[in-house]
């Protein structure tokens, strides 16, 4: 049943997005390699569609992601998540209030998430968002993720960056084991000034701190990871 409602939902958002008035939107396109992943082969490169909008009636993020190992494994894993306005504030530090839902898309799993959300009017921030979820996990217990994401952007002397990520926790899993904490973040220098590009592209680092990954006690990824990322 729960397949079937998000199902539904993501098949009536998506038509609504395309005759909704847009306000905004970014494509961009990421590659990443790093030699530090834990589960599997620790040397990995990934390439990384994403995509946000805002419309009249909300915001969609989504993302698909390619993971190819160096010893042949490969992996895919996209994430949709459209959030729907029900409050919006003018002149107040918190924007909007939002019902929240993401489908998790990977290897052999469906996952599905809903909840509220929150987004923030704070200085320097391009964005600061909080979204609370009850997670409909598939194939084990159901638990509850708390998700932080931000953009900062700034400028050292004339040169452009953006710092930005997000942290998930999830709480522990009867069975299948303890809470988790995924903290990812990309530092990013702007190149495309010198290119006369009219949008980003970056050169940086992401890295990636993640507790107990996968609900697995002890495994702990520290994971830097060289990135280009340009936005089109």
């Known amino acids: 049943m729960k397949h079937i409602v998000f ?15 847009k306000y905004w939107s970014d494509t961009s396109l990421t590659y990443l390699n790093g030699s530090d ?3 599997g082969d620790p040397d990995r490169q990934v390439i990384t569609l ?3 909008g805002g419309y009249s009636w909300g915001k969609i993020f989504s ?5 190819e190992s160096d010893n042949g494994d ?3 894993y996209i994430e949709v998540s459209p959030e729907v306005y029900f409050v919006q504030f003018e002149d107040n530090i918190v924007n909007n209030l939002s019902v929240t839902t993401t489908a998790e898309v ?6 599905y998430l809903y909840g509220i959300g929150a987004a923030f009017d704070i200085p320097g921030f391009q964005f600061f968002e909080v979204d609370a979820y009850r997670r409909n996990n598939d194939g084990f217990d159901n638990n509850y993720q708390v998700t932080l994401s931000w953009g900062v952007p700034f400028s050292v002397g004339e040169t452009q960056w953006m ?24 530092l990013k220098w702007n190149l495309a000034p010198y290119f006369d590009l009219s949008a980003p592209l970056y050169v940086g680092v992401e890295y990636v701190y993640w507790r107990n990954k996968f609900y697995i006690d002890g495994v702990n990824e520290k994971n830097p990871n060289l990135l280009i990322k340009w936005h089109f």
């Open 7 to 21: 199902s539904l939902f993501i098949l009536l958002a998506l038509p609504f997005s395309a005759t909704a008035e």
């Open 37 to 39: 992943y834990e589960v």
């Open 50 to 52: 994403e995509y946000v």
């Open 63 to 67: 993302f698909a992601d390619r993971l």
């Open 74 to 76: 490969t992996e895919t």
């Open 106 to 111: 990977g290897d052999g799993f469906t996952h």
């Open 163 to 186: 710092y930005d990520g997000f942290l998930d926790y999830a709480s522990g899993i009867s069975g299948i084991g303890p809470a988790n904490m995924n903290f990812t973040s990309q």
